[in-house]
């Protein structure tokens, strides 16, 4: 049972245009988003997390945005560089209370290419 | 400030033997979990260690078994190697109360390859 999908195993981006990652989830228990990014031989880096209390988190040129009634996540990267291909990872966790870190459930990925 | 780190990088085994990974958490933190990561698959949970004792397991076997160090360090150990334990082994290492985020910080991970 797939609770966090990601549905675009590819995506293809013009250098300085958005890129736009979707994901989705069935586990209405999630209240911690999360996404990784993961270069060939890397483990995956930290980019950008969101809780379930809000719709939107932005950190630079990364925005993640939250819908809950859909449980559709998506992160835009704006704008777009060559450096920022890579496998992204969109990952999700429910509260066990008490400032527990909790075991994330990620997706499968979606491998971003920025052409320049 | 040094990151999660993990050794061995490369790692080849015969079915049948057993292996141990070795992951250090990140200046700060106390909390070690582990993630097999298959060929285009995303990381799966096995399991999370929190002063020294195992606090959540994933779908794993009893093959997998783990073990935390007073110095918050953690090893990995798999028994009976099967073929299907081939993967990309991370650890990840986080700060229980460290806030809204908790966020896990990844290590490099070992490639373990079972022949």
């Known amino acids: 049972d797939q609770q966090v999908k990601q549905n675009s195993p590819s995506l293809s981006v013009q250098e300085g245009r958005i890129s736009i990652l979707n994901c989705d989830y069935t586990n209405s228990m999630f209240d911690y988003f999360l996404w990784y990014k993961k270069y060939p031989a890397e483990g995956p880096t930290f980019l950008i997390s969101?809780?379930?209390?809000?719709d939107k988190n932005e950190d630079g040129r990364f925005t993640v945005f939250l819908n809950k009634s859909a449980k559709h996540l998506s992160l835009h990267i704006v704008p777009s560089q060559p450096g920022d291909s890579a496998v992204y990872f969109c990952a999700a966790s429910a509260a066990l209370g008490g400032g527990a870190t909790n075991k994330l459930i990620f997706g499968t990925g979606t491998l971003l290419a920025v052409q320049p | 400030d040094a990151g999660v780190t993990q050794s061995p990088t490369h790692l080849i085994k015969t079915r049948g033997q057993q292996v141990t990974l070795r992951c250090s958490p990140k200046?700060?933190?106390?909390?070690v979990s582990w993630y097999q990561q298959a060929l285009g698959q995303g990381p799966q949970f096995i399991f999370q260690?929190?002063?020294?004792?195992?606090?959540q397991r994933g779908n794993f076997p009893d093959r997998f078994s783990g073990h935390q160090f007073p110095n918050y360090s953690s090893e990995l150990n798999v028994n009976a190697l099967l073929l299907g334990d081939s993967a990309l082994y991370l650890c990840?290492?986080?700060?229980?109360?460290?806030?809204?985020?908790?966020?896990?910080?990844f290590g490099p991970g070992t490639r373990l390859t079972v022949l």
């Open positions: 969101i809780s379930s209390i809000k």
């Open positions: 990840a290492s986080s700060l229980i109360g460290g806030g809204v985020t908790d966020t896990q910080y």
């Open positions: 200046s700060g933190h106390d909390t």
């Open positions: 260690y929190y002063e020294e004792e195992e606090r």
